[in-house]
C-alpha cells in the first residue's frame, strides 16, 4: 500500500471520533421538514444507499415509495454501429469530391454538391433514439433505465388529515406524521446503507385507522411487449415479484427481483393477517392494529449486482421477521452515516448556502455509491419506464457531474465508480476508435448505453464528433491522482484509460493533423455541423484544450508509475504539435475563437462565449486567477455571472464553476444568486430552472445539476487548480466560514475564518510534497508544525514550504481589514 494512501487511512481514523459527531450534528441541523402534502416527484424526497433510492410522495390518504436501482436497465439497443457509422476517412473524402454538408440544425440531413450513385444516407442516430419527451409522448422504443417497483401505505385519510414529514439527512431517516381527529399514524423509513433493503415501521395512536401495505411493480407502460410482473408468494407473509426483461439483440434476459416481508403483528380478533397476492401487487389488507408498531423490509436484487440466484438473494436481504431486525439494521445504518459525514464538512455565515451544500451532500450519496453501477442521467429515481435521452451516459458533460465533487469532500472511495463505469465502457471506446478512425487507443463518442455490446454501440455521426471528449473523460480519474496520491489506484484505474486516450490523440495527429498543424475536423461540444471545407471544424478549443490534457496527463502517470517511456517520447512530440488557443485583444475588449475560422469581431460577445469559459473549467488549460493572458480574456468576456444565470439553464458544465476561479468583480453575489434561484422548494434538488426550466423535462429529474452546490460551495471555500491552494477564495470578508476540506497534493484542509480574527488553518500533507498557496497579502502568513516555525519561500503571488507526510502545519495571519 502507498504511503499516501496510508496517511489518508490514518486520517479516516481520527475522523471518526469527535470530529465525526461535529459533522453529523451540522448536517443534522438540516433536516428537511414538510408540512403538507408532497405530490410532485420533481421535488419528492428521496431515501437512498447510492445504488437503490426510493422517491417518497405524501398525499393524503397514502405514501409512495418508488424505488430505483442503478442497474436495472432495458439495454436491447436495435442499432449496428457498423451499419450506421459515417467513417472519419469517408467524411473527409466525401467533403472534398463531393461537396458533402451537414448543417447544424436540429434535425437536418446531409446534403451533396454531387452526390455519388447509389451513395446511402446518413442519419444522425439511429431511429429508436428519438423519443424525447419534452417534444412528443408518443410509443417509446430502444433502452431506458426502469422503475423497480412501489411500496404504498394505504389508509382513509381525507383533505382535513394533517401532515408533518421530516428527513434527517445526518441519520438517512424519513419520518411522517399523519393526524387525525382521534389519533395519528407515524411511519418512519429508511434505505440500508450497507444493502438493498428498504425498511418501514409504523405504528397507529389512539383511533387512527390501520394502514394497508401494498408492494407492486405495474407492467411495464411503454413496451406492451414486455412480460408482465410474476407474483409469487412463498407463505403468509412473504412474495416476490419479479420483472423479467427478454434477451435481444444481443444483450442477455435480465430480471430484477422484490422480495417483501411483511408484518406478522396480531390482529384484534382475527389473528394473523396474511398476506395476498394479485395480479400485479401484494396486499396485506387493513385491521384494526392490536397494539405496538409494525416492521415491513424489502430486498432488491439483480441478475447483474451479484452472484448467484437474484431472487434467492432478494429474499435473503428482506429476512424472515422484518421486526427482529430492524433496530440493528437502524443502528448499523446510522453508523454507516456517521462515517460519511465524518469525511468533511463546512460551516458557513450564509446558512442558505451551509443548508444547500448539506442536502445535495445527502442527495449524492444516495444516487453514488463506490461498489455499485454508475448513475446514468436518471439515476436511481427514475420517474417513469422511459425517459428523454433513455437516461443513458452523456459524456460531453453529465455523466463527470456526478464526479466532480467527491475527491475535494474528502470522499476519494467514491471515484471506484467512475473507474468501474469507465473500465465497463472501455470496450466501446476502443471498438468506436477502430470503427470509426482506423486507430488504436480510446475514442469517446457523445453517449453509452450500459450493458450493450460494442458492436451495437451507439454513434452519433454529427453531434457526437467533438474529439474533446475523449480526454475529458480522464479528467476524474487524473483528478483522484492529483488529490490522493495513491499509485496503485492510477496504475489499476486511472492510467490504462488515460494511456488509450493519449495514444488514439497520438494516432489522430499522425493520420488526419493537417500540414498547417491544424486539428481537424471536429465539432465544438453540442454545436454541430460538417461545413463547406470544415470551416468551424479545425482548432476547435475544446480540442486543443484536450489534446494538451490528455498528452500531459498520460507523461506525468507514465513517469510517476515508471512505464512506457517510449510511448512517452511520442506523447511529449505530440504535446508540442498541439496548436494554441487563439486570443487577443480589441482595443478593451478580448476575444477568444472556438475554432480558427471564427470571426474575430464575434469572439467577444458576452452572450455567445461558453467556450471561453470552457477553457477554464471544466478544461482547466488556465487556472483562472492570472492576471493576465487568457485567464484575463476570459476574464474580460465572462462579464456579469448574474446575466448567465438568469439563462435558467444549469445543464452547461462550463456556466457557474469558471466565474468562481476568474473572480470578477461580484463573482460570490452572483453565484449564490444562481445557486439559491435554481432549488426547488425543500433545497433538495437543482433544476434547470424552476418554473420555467423544469418543466420542459417532467420526466426526467436532473439529479446531476446537484452538483452545483455542493462542488460550487466548495469552490467559493477552497481551490487547488494548478497545485496551488487558494483558501477562501471567493468569500466575503465580512462573513465567517470554516471547512474540512481536501486539496490536490495530497492535503486535507483545516481551515476558518473570521472577519474580526483572520486566517487560521491547519493543513495536513498525506503525500509529503511541497505545499503552495496563493499570498496576496502584503505581510506572510506564520507557518509552523508542532510548535516549530517552518520556513517559507515566498515567490509572486504565492508562498511555498516543504511538507514532510503525516504532518500537519497551523498557517495564521494577522488581522485582516474587513472588505
Known sequence: MDAAVRGFAALFVSLLTADALWARSLAGSHTVRISGPLTNPQEALVIGNGDMAALVTVLHHEMVFQFGKNDIWDSRHDNVAADVVLKHDDLIRYERDYGFRWDGALHARPTWLNKPAGMRDFTEQPPSYHNRTERSLQAYSGPAPKVAGRVRLVHRGLSSTTIETSLDIARGVLKTRF???????????????????????????????????????????????????????????????????????DVPRFAWHLAGSFPRQQLNGIGE???????????????????????????????????????????????????????????????????????????????????????????????????????????????????????????????????????????????????????????????????????????????????????????????????????????????????????????????????????????????????????FPSILSETPGWNAGFKGNRNVITNLVMFRKAFQWAIEASTALNVDADWRAKWKDGLARVPEVQFGWTGDRAWVLPDKDFPKEKAGNRARTWWARWAVFPGEHVDGDEDDGLAAAVRNIAGDVSKHGSEGNLSGVENIIPWLRLKPPGAFEGVRDVMLRHRLPNDLAHTFGREAGYSERLQWRVVEDNYLGVFGTMEMLLQSQGGVLRLFPVWPKNLAAKFRLAARGGFFVTAEWHPGEGLKAVIRSNAGLPCRIRWTEAAAPGVTAGGQAVAIRRSGREIEFDTRQGVDYEVTSLKPEVR
Request: net charge negative; aromatic share 14%; charged share 20%.
Open 179 to 249: 393526524g387525525f381527529r382521534n389519533g395519528a399514524l407515524t411511519v418512519e423509513a429508511f434505505v440500508q446503507r450497507d444493502a438493498n433493503v428498504f425498511r418501514l415501521r409504523y405504528a397507529v395512536e389512539g383511533g387512527a385507522p390501520t394502514p394497508m401495505l401494498i408492494l407492486e411493480k405495474q407492467p411495464d407502460r411503454v413496451d406492451p411487449a414486455m412480460p408482465h410482473p410474476e407474483v409469487r408468494a412463498a407463505d403468509d407473509f412473504h412474495a416476490t415479484i419479479t420483472q423479467t426483461i427478454p434477451a435481444g439483440f
Open 273 to 519: 393477517q396474511a398476506i395476498k397476492p394479485l395480479a400485479y401487487e401484494v396486499q396485506q389488507p387493513q385491521g384494526a392494529l392490536q397494539s405496538g408498531t409494525r416492521e415491513f423490509s424489502l430486498g432488491i436484487a439483480t441478475d447483474r449486482d451479484s452472484t448467484g440466484e437474484a431472487r434467492q438473494r432478494a429474499i435473503d436481504l428482506a429476512g424472515p421477521d422484518p421486526a427482529r431486525d430492524y433496530d440493528s439494521a437502524l443502528e448499523a445504518h446510522e453508523r454507516a452515516w456517521e462515517e460519511f459525514w465524518s469525511a468533511s464538512d463546512i460551516e458557513l455565515g450564509d446558512k442558505e448556502i451551509e443548508a444547500v451544500w448539506y442536502r445535495q451532500m445527502y442527495l449524492w450519496a444516495c444516487h453514488v455509491a463506490p461498489h455499485a453501477q454508475a448513475p446514468g442521467l436518471g439515476a436511481n429515481v427514475t420517474l417513469w419506464d422511459a425517459m428523454p435521452w433513455h437516461g443513458d451516459y452523456h459524456w460531453n458533460m453529465n455523466v463527470q457531474k456526478n464526479y466532480l465533487h467527491w475527491l475535494p469532500a474528502n470522499h476519494a472511495k467514491w471515484m471506484d465508480s467512475y473507474a468501474r463505469l469507465i473500465q465497463q465502457t472501455m470496450p466501446t471506446f476502443e471498438y468506436l476508435a477502430k470503427l470509426t478512425f482506423g486507430l488504436d487507443g480510446a475514442y469517446c463518442e457523445l453517449v453509452t448505453i450500459p450493458f450493450v455490446p460494442p458492436h451495437r454501440a451507439h454513434v452519433h455521426n454529427r453531434w457526437g464528433r467533438d474529439l474533446g471528449m475523449t480526454g475529458w473523460v480522464g479528467q476524474a480519474l487524473w483528478w483522484h491522482w492529483e488529490f490522493t496520491r495513491d499509485r496503485d489506484w492510477l496504475a489499476r484505474n486511472s492510467y490504462p484509460y488515460l494511456k488509450k486516450a493519449a495514444q488514439f490523440y497520438w494516432g489522430y495527429l499522425n493520420k488526419y493533423q493537417g500540414k498547417d498543424g491544424g486539428i
